[in-house]
């Protein structure tokens, strides 16, 4: 419907000539969402990379199970943290809204950052990282599930990917962008450097200035609903989020440079989360993430 | 007496005659269709849902032909026989590689389907120009997927689950 309005707006406001052919409009279609640059989920696996590798890159590539990682097993702390990442994420497959993202072309990965800095971040294509200072903070599995479903519910809603400057493709040739020409090395220029702004763009996003308030608390609300959907207690966010408010103002880094004040996000989704009600964690969930925590 | 459209009337038209057209030209899949698995790769479940137990994997590229479907998910039938969901594929036989985007040798399909902007290509030339950057990392990372399909057990004992 949106490819029909926008070819109509286009038509009616003669800011171009188009021939009312299927091919016409087949080209003049592609033409426009070349330069929205809606990313496909190839683009974004390819975006995905390079993100999660600068973001490792600032935490000098420590990661919990190193070994494991690189030997191509989940093992340990990751395993489990794995383990309920991929059951937020079956649950965010089963959820989706309009726009989602929800099936990252080379599945989802969840790593644990060693950092003393509580933090959680997310990059494009599916890559989730947790720091251990983040589950430390945690009480509970349900409290760890409303940490990884707010990134989860990041990725799926396209925030890295929606905070890359749309100017950044302004200056790009329309060859550079035409899946019909073979790309030369002009036009692979100046994809790269559009690259490497997205680049920036996305990590002020995620690790340096944040989001905006509002990406935040729709992550928030995203992320309760993809929790609950799994069967964990919604009141788990609220709790952690106490937690958090209660670390504010501690150093400044971390979740505190990249999200609204605790209290704010507390009030934006307590009333949500009441509704829901709440559940009976059982015992083994408990008893779980405590061997988990111990092994970090 | 004859009826004069503004420009906004013409646009609601307009809109909904290319709304109707597009609608004729990009049919709903239906049984009997062909889909092609656009992720890495994947399960096809015995039953419709991610958790559970698996009929077999499938990788990007192979092409399975619907037989029946059930709201986000498709019975199908070819490599495997099972369920998998509509976000794990893309509709029609589409000749698609395992690097997805392609790169030197990408297929016309592979090209179309990813589009242009951020490709195999433009991350090589990216890596070119930041040898500090060390890869090794994510690649490693990436090859150890969560399986849904194995966390049957874990859902199980903790009491998780709803409608999954």
Redesign the interface.
């Known amino acids: 419907?949106r490819?029909?309005?926008v070819?109509?707006?286009m038509?009616?406001?003669g800011s171009c000539k188009v021939q009312l052919t299927?091919e016409g409009?087949a080209k003049t279609w592609d033409a426009i969402?070349?330069a929205q640059?809606?990313?496909?989920?190839?683009?974004e696996?390819?975006?995905g990379?390079?993100v999660?590798?600068?973001l490792?890159?600032r935490h000098e590539?420590r990661?919990h199970d190193a070994d494991a990682?690189?030997a191509?097993?989940?093992d340990g702390a990751t395993a489990y943290v794995?383990?309920v990442?991929?059951?937020l994420?079956?649950?965010a497959?089963?959820t989706?809204r309009k726009g989602d993202r929800?099936?990252?072309?080379?599945?989802?990965?969840?790593?644990i950052v060693e950092s003393d800095t509580i933090n959680a971040f997310a990059a494009p294509g599916g890559?989730v990282f947790v720091t251990t200072a983040a589950i430390d903070a945690a009480e509970s599995?349900d409290e760890l599930a409303a940490v990884l479903a707010h990134e989860i519910a990041h990725v799926v809603r396209g925030h890295a990917l929606g905070s890359i400057k749309k100017g950044r493709w302004a200056n790009v040739a329309k060859t550079?962008?035409?899946?019909s020409v073979q790309?030369d090395e002009a036009s692979?220029?100046e994809?790269?450097q559009v690259?490497?702004g997205?680049?920036d763009d996305m990590i002020d996003g995620i690790l340096v200035k944040g989001y905006s308030k509002d990406t935040e608390y729709e992550a928030d609300r995203v992320g309760l609903e993809i929790m609950?959907?799994?069967?964990?207690d919604p009141q788990a966010l609220v709790r952690y989020l106490k937690t958090l408010d209660a670390e504010q103002g501690g150093g400044g880094g971390g979740f505190q440079a990249t999200h609204p004040k605790a209290s704010d996000r507390i009030s934006k989704i307590q009333g949500k989360a009441q509704e829901l009600g709440k559940v009976e964690i059982?015992k083994?969930?408990f008893a779980?993430f405590q061997a988990a925590v111990e092994a970090l | 007496m004859q009826r004069v459209r503004t420009s906004k009337q013409w646009f609601a038209v307009i809109a909904a005659g290319l709304a109707l057209a597009g609608a004729v030209a990009v049919a709903a899949p239906k049984a009997g269709s062909t889909v092609t698995v656009r992720v890495m790769s994947a399960k096809v479940m015995k039953s419709p849902k991610f958790i559970g137990p698996a009929a077999g994997s499938v990788s990007r590229g192979d092409q399975l032909t619907i037989a029946e479907i059930k709201g986000d998910w498709y019975r199908v039938t070819g490599a495997k026989t099972g369920w998998i969901n509509r976000t794990s594929v893309v509709d029609g036989k589409v000749a698609l590689s395992s690097s997805p985007g392609g790169g030197g040798a990408a297929s016309r399909d592979e090209v179309e389907l990813a589009g242009r902007g951020f490709t195999p290509d433009v991350e090589e030339e990216y890596r070119g120009k930041h040898p500090d950057l060390d890869f090794s990392h994510v690649e490693a990372i990436e090859k150890t997927g969560v399986d849904l399909s194995e966390l049957g057990a874990f859902v199980e004992e903790g009491g998780l689950g709803g409608d999954q």
Do not use: C
């Open positions: 419907m490819r029909a309005l070819l109509a707006a038509l009616v406001l299927p409009l969402t070349d640059k809606e990313l496909t989920p190839e683009n696996y390819w975006t990379r390079s999660a590798t600068n490792l890159a590539y990661y990682l690189q191509g097993r989940l794995s383990a990442g991929g059951v994420a079956a649950s497959m089963e989706t929800p099936a990252p072309i080379a599945g989802w990965h969840f790593t890559w599995e550079a962008l035409d899946t790309l692979l220029g994809l790269t690259f490497e997205a680049m609950v959907h799994a069967g964990y059982p083994v969930r779980r």
